[in-house]
Nanobody, 117 residues
Framework: QVQLVESGGGLVQAGGSLRLSCIASGSKFDISTVGWYRQIPGAQRELVATQTAGDLRNYAPFAKGRFTISRDNDKATLDLQMNDLKPDGTAVYYC???????????WGQGTQVTVSS
């Protein structure tokens, strides 16, 4: 059974930085696409960034230049470095894993990020 556990959320002032981490278990992590999504109250979950098994990275427009996604296949971990955070970045951030061979998606429980102005 695939499990994803996030950590690293918290409260930060606008302009500050946070690093989110996700540990995966029960999956073939190194051949999966992984990523981060976020959900603002009252809104749909939206893409932040993804990284394929071949290390292709895709960022939402708001994340480009400020956020960096990275993965460690040996440790089955996924990180999101977020710099210059803005108050509209306040959301629950979710770790995501997609197994292409089984067409299955998995989500972590989410970690709250609050950016104060």
């Amino acid at each position: 059974q695939v499990q994803l556990v996030e950590s690293g959320g918290g409260l930060v002032q606008a302009g500050g930085s946070l690093r989110l981490s996700c540990i995966a278990s029960g999956s073939k992590f190194d051949i999966s696409t992984v990523g981060w999504y976020r959900q603002i109250p009252g809104a749909q979950r939206e893409l932040v960034a993804t990284q394929t098994a071949g290390d292709l990275r895709n960022y939402a427009p708001f994340a480009k230049g400020r956020f960096t996604i990275s993965r460690d296949n040996d440790k089955a971990t996924l990180d999101l470095q977020m710099n210059d955070l803005k108050p509209d970045g306040t959301a629950v951030y979710y770790c995501y894993l997609y197994q292409q061979w089984s067409v299955d998606s998995y989500w972590g429980q989410g970690t709250q990020v609050t950016v104060s102005s």
